[in-house]
Structures are given as structure tokens and as C-alpha cells.
């Protein structure tokens, strides 16, 4: 792991609740082409936390996001997530990607009501509508419950997306650049949003980013990631108050820890 | 400014530079006139042509005598008489020629979307069958069902079962790579991910299938009657030719392709009820 972390417990920096992930010794090695993608890296995120990674495209970051959400295997290491091993997808792992991938055919609540429906059938997901109607309210999207996919707007699709991630009360959130596709000024305002339904559900998050703004006004920890082989290069601990504020991109404060991330992940220029 | 119809720029002033946007003629004209200005001017250049005398009546019917043809054979079907049947024998040839086609082909298509095997050993051999000419296999339908309808409705099948296997085939294909990641992060089964994703998503391709299959039937049925004879309408046009009644094939061709809209507009109608959500589809004039 880093220096920095070693040096520096967070846990004491940061008393922040019991641990819900748990990584440790974890690589990832591709057989068919012998690329070592992921090399002893080593996390944990506890509950209520906010964890970004950022690194150029190849350093290992959405190959970590998928081991942790169960889509591929690791080739060793720990990997828990609220003491037991993950080994393939779970109903307490909550996704989101860069496209909403909503289906075009459901309703925005049916689309929300699906992880259940899928997991446990027509009858779960009819129970289940009224927490779908709370959730819908959560992220200001009350009266398009009933619309089709179709007349959302981007930023809104998302917000449902949102939802559907949250249906099913996972212990923690993988987000896999999730606003990157939405215009600035709308992926600004969902980028609070999201600090204010994590702390509403006081969700447990992790999230993978390009951006080094979007990750430090986001994150209580930045993970700045490096290729060849994939590993953890330092982790970041940012002590900006909370709740954030988009404001504070201008401070000097975030204007040096983002400098800090950019000549990390610019040295030997890998 | 100029004097236009309406005033385009109220708020320019003397020395102001106004673009007026000048709207195409053939904007301005709705769908139906356009139509029925094309089908006045081609019936007037066969008029003329005809008329003449350009062209033998053997070879090309004034369209008065098309006409004449058209009410005649018209009468005969209201009437109930030997041309409905023969109309009523295409259109059942047509009708099990689309149904077995679809379940042949939505049945292929899937094996071949789906599974490895499909791709791997099944899809080559149905490539190099789909680049044969399979009017060519007529005469084989007939040696093995005979004259009747059968032999039709196997070569009108035949011929449309392709269009629907590469389309299904395409469509189950179609599922980006964050819904499958989606399914799989929801713990779908892969029957689960076919039925709720693969196979809606792929919905729209289908149907595109399924247009190019009901001309392939059509085509099919009435090559099957030219080749193999019986009762159907591609016999009465075979009839009509040989008897040099031209203006008679051409209305009996007519009637026929209103059997084969029909088919058409079927599809494009269940298309924009089961794929309501694909906005291009609906906003296209004929699907």
C-alpha cells in the first residue's frame, strides 16, 4: 500500500464508521495476454465513507470497480465486503455507469422496482413501489414515475438510475464515472446531489472518475492510481469540510490538493 | 425591406440587411398531392405513349384498357367468383409461407444469437444457403409436396426465412455492454437476460427482418404458382400472359400488390405497437 496511508492511519484522521469493504493483497492478472492489470492493492472503505480513484486509462480502476462488483474474478487476494468474500454479483452491491442504461420499454419506476423484479419476481417489485416512489422524491423526480425513459433528460435519467441503485439497500455504491456524459453545468449539480443522497442514506461510495475536481470535492479519500502494473500510488486524504460546496473549487486549499494529484499522476509521465 | 407576405424582420430598419428564408416548392406540398402529381404525370406519359401508337397494346395496354381490366377483375372478386379463390389460395400460401418462416427464422436466430454453437457451426452453413438462388430449389419443393399448395408455402418460406434469422440474430446482438453488465451485476440468468433484455432490444431489428420477409413471401408464393401451376393468382397471371392478355396481368399484378401491402402494413402496425418506445420508427412515414 502507500506511504502516505501507512504514515498516517485514516481511521484516526477520519473516525468514520465500521469497516463494510474490505481489500487486501489483491491482484488481477489477465492470462491471456500475462498483464498484470492489478498488483497488491489494498482498501478498505468504511461505512459512510467516500472513496474516489482517479489515473489515466490502463492504471487498473475499472478493473478494480468490476472485482469489487462481482463481474470479474481477482486472480488473488481478499476481497470482502461486510465479512464475506464477494464472488459474483450481489443484492448489497449497488452500480452505476456512464450511461443511465435505462430500459426503454418500462417506466421510470419499473425501471427503478427491476433489480428486484429480476432477483425476486413481479410480486417483490410490486411491493416494492412505494419505496421507488420515496427514492423518486429523494432525487426530485416525483412526477415522472410513469414516464418512459424516452422524455427524461439526461441529468434525469441518472437521477433514476440513482434510484434503481439505491432500490435494493446495498451496504455500498460503485459508481463508474457516472455524471461524465452529462454537460458541466449538469454534472456539477448532480455531483452535490450525490453528496447529499449519500449522506441522507449515509452510503458507503466509491467512484471512478477522470476528473480530479469532480473526485476531491466528492471524496474523504482519493486514491491516485498508476499503470504498469496496476497498483495504489498514494492515497489522498482530503480534509475540506462537509458538507462540500461547488464554491470550493475556488479556494486555495482544493486548488493544492488537486495540484498534488496532477503531479502525481504526471511524474515518469506514465 | 421588401414587400413579402409576412413581415420577416419587424424590427429592421432602413439599411438593414434581411435574409428572407426561401421555403423549397416541394416542401411546401403535402405527402398525398405530391403522390398524386407523380401519378398523373406517369399515367399521362402512358397515355401518350399508347396513344400513339409507340408501343404494340400487346406489349403495353393503354390505361384505359388497364382500367377496363382492373373494374373487370375487381367485379370478379366482389362476386365472389373463381378469382376470389384464386386470391383466397395466395393469400393462404403467403399467410403459413410468413408464419413458418417466422418460427423457423426467429427459432434459427436466436440458436445463432445465442449460443456459440449457433454462431460457430450453424451460422456458416446458413450463409452459404442464403447466397444460393433459392428459386432454384422450386422444382425440388414440388418433387417432394407435389402440385398443390404446399410446394408454395415451403419455397414462399424458404425464401423468407433468411431475412428473419439474420435479423433476429443482429437484434440479439444489439444489448450494449453496460445492460449486459447491468443484468449480470442484478444476478439475471442468462434466460432472464434474453427474455427481459436481448430480446426487447432486439425487437426493432426483428421487425426490420420481418418487412424484407413479407416481400420474400410474397415473392415466394407466386413464383411457386408460376413454377408449380395450381389455383393460386401466380397461375391466373401465367394464364393471362400466355394469352397475351396484358392488360388482364396487369390488373391481376395490381390486386396482387395490395394482398402483399397488406402483409406489409400488418408488420409495420404490430411493429409500432410492440416497439412504441423506438421514437424513429414511429416517426417514419411507411416504417
Same mark, same amino acid.
Given at each position: 500500500m502507500t506511504t502516505m496511508a501507512e504514515r498516517r492511519p485514516l481511521q484516526q484522521a477520519h473516525p468514520v464508521g465500521r469497516p463494510v469493504y474490505e481489500i487486501a493483497r489483491l491482484s488481477k492478472t489477465y492470462?491471456?495476454?500475462?498483464?498484470?492489470?492489478?498488483?497488491d492493492v489494498n482498501l478498505t472503505l468504511r461505512e459512510g465513507e467516500f472513496v474516489s480513484v482517479v489515473g489515466s486509462?490502463?492504471?487498473g480502476k475499472s478493473t478494480l470497480l468490476k472485482i469489487m462488483s462481482g463481474l470479474s474474478p481477482p486472480t488473488a487476494g481478499r476481497v470482502m465486503l461486510e465479512g464475506r468474500p464477494v464472488t459474483g454479483s450481489r443484492p448489497d452491491i449497488g452500480i452505476m455507469f456512464q450511461?443511465?442504461?435505462?430500459?426503454?420499454?418500462?417506466t421510470t419506476i419499473e425501471n427503478i422496482v427491476l433489480p428486484i423484479e429480476i432477483r425476486q419476481g413481479r410480486a417483490a417489485a410490486r411491493a416494492a413501489l412505494p419505496r421507488a416512489h420515496d427514492l423518486l422524491a429523494l432525487v426530485g423526480l416525483?412526477?415522472?414515475?410513469?414516464?418512459?425513459?424516452?422524455?427524461?433528460?439526461g441529468g434525469m435519467a441518472q437521477r433514476a438510475s440513482i434510484c434503481r441503485m439505491l432500490i435494493s439497500e446495498p451496504a455500498v455504491l460503485l459508481l463508474?464515472?457516472?455524471?461524465?456524459?452529462?454537460?458541466e453545468l449538469t454534472r456539477d449539480h448532480m455531483n452535490m446531489e450525490l453528496q447529499r443522497i449519500c449522506r441522507e442514506a449515509n452510503a458507503t461510495a466509491f467512484l471512478v472518475t477522470h476528473s480530479l475536481a469532480e473526485a476531491v470535492i466528492l471524496s474523504d479519500r482519493v486514491l491516485v492510481m498508476k499503470p504498469r502494473?496496476?497498483?495504489?500510488e498514494e492515497e489522498v486524504t482530503i480534509d475540506l469540510p462537509?458538507?462540500?460546496?461547488?464554491?470550493?473549487?475556488?479556494t486555495p486549499e482544493f486548488g493544492r490538493i488537486v495540484a498534488h494529484i496532477r503531479a502525481l499522476l504526471d511524474r515518469e509521465g506514465a | 425591406m421588401t414587400d413579402s407576405?409576412?413581415? %420577416? %424582420?419587424?424590427d429592421a430598419q432602413d439599411g438593414d440587411t434581411v435574409w428572407v428564408e426561401q421555403v423549397a416548392l416541394i416542401d411546401a406540398i403535402p405527402r398525398w398531392l405530391a403522390m398524386s402529381l407523380l401519378f398523373i404525370a406517369v399515367v399521362g406519359l402512358w397515355q401518350i405513349v399508347t396513344s400513339m401508337g409507340w408501343v404494340s397494346p400487346i406489349i403495353l395496354p393503354s390505361p384505359g384498357e388497364t382500367l377496363e381490366d382492373l373494374i373487370f377483375v375487381g367485379r370478379n372478386l366482389i362476386s365472389g367468383d373463381y378469382m376470389l379463390s384464386a386470391l383466397w389460395t395466395t393469400t393462404r400460401t403467403v399467410f403459413w409461407g410468413f408464419v413458418i418462416a417466422t418460427t423457423i427464422g426467429f427459432t434459427l436466430g436466436v440458436l445463432v444469437g445465442e449460443t456459440k454453437f449457433g454462431e460457430r457451426a450453424l451460422l456458416p452453413y446458413l450463409v452459404a444457403i442464403d447466397t444460393?438462388?433459392?428459386? %432454384?430449389f422450386a422444382p425440388l419443393f414440388i418433387a417432394w409436396l407435389?402440385?398443390?399448395i404446399a410446394s408454395k408455402v415451403a419455397l414462399a418460406a424458404f425464401i423468407a426465412t433468411f431475412p428473419i434469422v439474420v435479423a433476429t440474430a443482429a437484434g440479439l446482438y444489439a444489448a450494449s455492454e453496460n445492460e449486459r453488465m447491468l443484468f449480470k451485476a442484478m444476478g439475471a440468468t442468462r434466460m432472464q437476460t434474453l427474455l427481459r433484455l436481448k430480446l426487447p432490444t432486439g425487437l426493432p431489428y426483428m421487425f426490420t427482418g420481418l418487412k424484407i420477409a413479407a416481400v420474400g413471401v410474397m415473392a415466394g408464393a407466386i413464383t411457386g404458382e408460376f413454377l408449380?401451376?395450381?389455383?393460386g393468382f401466380g397461375a391466373l397471371i401465367r394464364q393471362s400472359a400466355s394469352q397475351m392478355d396484358t392488360p388482364r396481368v396487369f390488373a391481376l399484378i395490381l390486386y396482387l400488390s395490395l394482398l402483399g401491402l397488406l402483409l406489409y402494413f400488418v408488420v409495420v402496425w404490430a411493429q409500432r405497437k410492440f416497439v412504441f418506445w423506438n421514437k424513429d420508427e414511429r416517426t417514419g412515414a411507411i416504417g
Open positions: 492470462a491471456s495476454n500475462q498483464l498484470v492489470a492489478l498488483a486509462s490502463g492504471c450511461q443511465a442504461t435505462l430500459l426503454p420499454w418500462k416525483k412526477d415522472f414515475a410513469n414516464v418512459y425513459p424516452g422524455e427524461l433528460s463508474d464515472e457516472p455524471f461524465s456524459a452529462l454537460d502494473p496496476g497498483r495504489v462537509r458538507p462540500r460546496r461547488l464554491e470550493m473549487i475556488n | 407576405r409576412f413581415d %420577416a %424582420a419587424p444460393m438462388p433459392k428459386v %432454384a407435389g402440385f398443390d408449380g401451376g395450381g389455383k
